[in-house]
């Protein structure tokens, strides 16, 4: 059987950043990076955004105690500088308040200590692996069905040319299933492929995104339905009319919209992390 550290090593060699002045955490988390073949740099008080670009690195692992009162401020200005680098904060104890501010702002995950560093690793390959799948489909063109223009050079959707307003993750479901247009994707399926991992029995994640993703769409686009749900399976993706008319519309190259790029933020789960 494939041990975990096997199965990250298949995302090849990374390069991450680690901010945190909690020695004996870090020596672990280095020794299981280094198992691994990646590099790193350790940092004890943050850097500028500059530095960081120069260090050219795949990932950040932070805890925002390091930062203390810039926490917010140098969160929201190194997400900003560098939006192709990975941010996984690591930090601990935290209100759920704390944690939607924190991923609003630009991290791509939130990990609680105390915590196991495999898992930390693991989290951080999985934001790295999401990033480089969104910038190999970015290449690819936005995908488009009727008004509806799906774009991941922009982490965004737009309907008749207005940004639908999606946060990050929200985008990143819509976009699983919009690729997959006709297919029933189960939430097990939906789960491991946006959030990266399994899916935790109980967890009620994917459902509370697809709301979220549809009252958004419902509201951008109200005469059409897109996303399906099929009771005890999952979810699929197809353009209907409401008022019973046009089907799925074929794939087409859109126009290029004239709207600026929109602030992309990802949100947690109201079940839990």
């Given at each position: 059987?494939?041990?975990?550290?096997?199965?990250?090593?298949?995302?090849?060699?990374?390069?991450?950043?680690?901010?945190?002045?909690?020695?004996?955490?870090?020596?672990?988390?280095?020794?299981?990076?280094?198992?691994?073949?990646?590099?790193?740099?350790?940092?004890?008080?943050?850097?500028?955004?500059?530095?960081?670009?120069?260090?050219?690195?795949?990932?950040?692992?932070v805890?925002?105690?390091?930062?203390?009162?810039?926490?917010?401020?140098?969160?929201?200005?190194?997400?900003?500088?560098?939006?192709?680098?990975?941010?996984?904060?690591?930090?601990?104890?935290?209100?759920?308040?704390?944690?939607?501010?924190?991923?609003?702002?630009?991290?791509?995950?939130w990990?609680?200590?105390?915590?196991?560093?495999?898992?930390?690793?693991?989290?951080?390959?999985?934001?790295?692996?999401?990033?480089?799948?969104?910038s190999?489909?970015?290449?690819?063109?936005?995908?488009?069905?009727?008004?509806?223009?799906?774009?991941?050079?922009?982490?965004?959707?737009?309907?008749?040319?207005?940004?639908?307003d999606?946060?990050?993750?929200?985008?990143?479901?819509?976009?699983?299933?919009?690729?997959?247009q006709?297919?029933?994707?189960?939430?097990?399926?939906?789960y491991?492929?946006?959030?990266?991992?399994?899916?935790?029995?109980?967890?009620?994640?994917?459902?509370?995104?697809?709301?979220?993703?549809?009252?958004?769409?419902?509201?951008?686009?109200?005469?059409?339905?897109?996303?399906?749900?099929?009771?005890?399976?999952?979810?699929?993706?197809?353009?209907?009319?409401?008022?019973?008319?046009?089907?799925?519309?074929?794939?087409?190259?859109?126009?290029?919209?004239?709207?600026?790029?929109?602030?992309?933020?990802?949100?947690?789960?109201?079940?839990?992390?």
């Open positions: 059987m494939r041990t975990l550290l096997t199965e990250m090593s298949d995302a090849g060699n990374l390069r991450i950043a680690i901010l945190d002045t909690d020695s004996g955490f870090v020596r672990v988390l280095t020794k299981r990076a280094d198992d691994l073949g990646w590099q790193y740099r350790r940092l004890e008080s943050p850097p500028r955004p500059e530095e960081v670009v120069a260090m050219r690195v795949n990932a950040l692992v805890d925002l105690a390091v930062l203390r009162d810039r926490a917010w401020d140098y969160l929201e200005q190194i997400s900003t500088a560098l939006p192709g680098m990975g941010i996984v904060v690591c930090t601990g104890r935290s209100t759920v308040a704390q944690r939607v501010r924190g991923l609003r702002l630009g991290a791509d995950d990990v609680t200590k105390p915590c196991h560093p495999e898992e930390v690793l693991a989290r951080v390959e999985a934001v790295v692996r999401r990033r480089k799948r969104a190999a489909r970015a290449d690819e063109g936005p995908l488009a069905f009727g008004e509806l223009e799906v774009r991941a050079d922009q982490f965004q959707a737009f309907a008749a040319g207005r940004s639908v999606l946060t990050r993750r929200e985008f990143e479901v819509l976009e699983l299933l919009a690729q997959t006709g297919k029933v994707l189960q939430r097990e399926e939906i491991q492929s946006v959030w990266g991992y399994a899916m935790a029995h109980g967890d009620r994640s994917v459902d509370v995104f697809i709301r979220k993703v549809r009252q958004k769409l419902e509201k951008a686009s109200p005469d059409w339905e897109y996303i399906h749900t099929h009771f005890g399976v999952g979810y699929r993706f197809e353009r209907e009319s409401r008022a019973g008319g046009e089907g799925a519309a074929p794939l087409a190259a859109p126009q290029e919209t004239a709207e600026s790029e929109s602030p992309v933020s990802s949100e947690p789960a109201e079940t839990g992390r």
